[in-house]
């Protein structure tokens, strides 16, 4: 029998994509988790409208990535996980240009 699942999802990107996906991966997510953790404060004091959908789609991401530790990516659950990361990065630059727009006047 050949074992081709690793049940892991990090594994499963380098084993099929190789280690520079892997990395790429990596660095997408690095940069997502920054202007997240940039927007948390801002997003906090400013009371914004879109407080409550950034903490939803960070909560979704973050847990979806350390599901990844225990199975492989699925092609049911995986582009909803895309979708969702998109829609993230959207919402993090949406609060940031309402931060710099407010903070300008």
């Known amino acids: 029998m050949v074992i081709d ?6 594994l499963q990107i380098a084993l099929q994509s190789g280690i520079i996906a892997l990395l790429s991966f990596a660095l997408i997510l690095a940069f997502y988790y920054t202007s997240c953790f940039k927007n948390i404060k801002r997003a906090r ?3 914004s409208e879109h407080y409550s959908i950034f903490v939803a789609i960070l909560s979704g991401v973050t847990n979806y990535l ?5 199975y492989d990516s699925s092609i049911s659950v995986a582009p ?7 829609i993230g ?16 006047k």
């Open 5 to 10: 699942k690793p049940h892991n999802m990090y």
């Open 45 to 47: 004091d400013s009371n």
């Open 66 to 70: 350390i599901c990844g530790f225990f």
């Open 80 to 86: 909803v996980f895309w979708v969702f990361l998109g």
């Open 89 to 104: 990065i959207c919402i993090n630059n949406k609060i940031q240009t309402i931060q710099d727009h407010k903070n300008s």
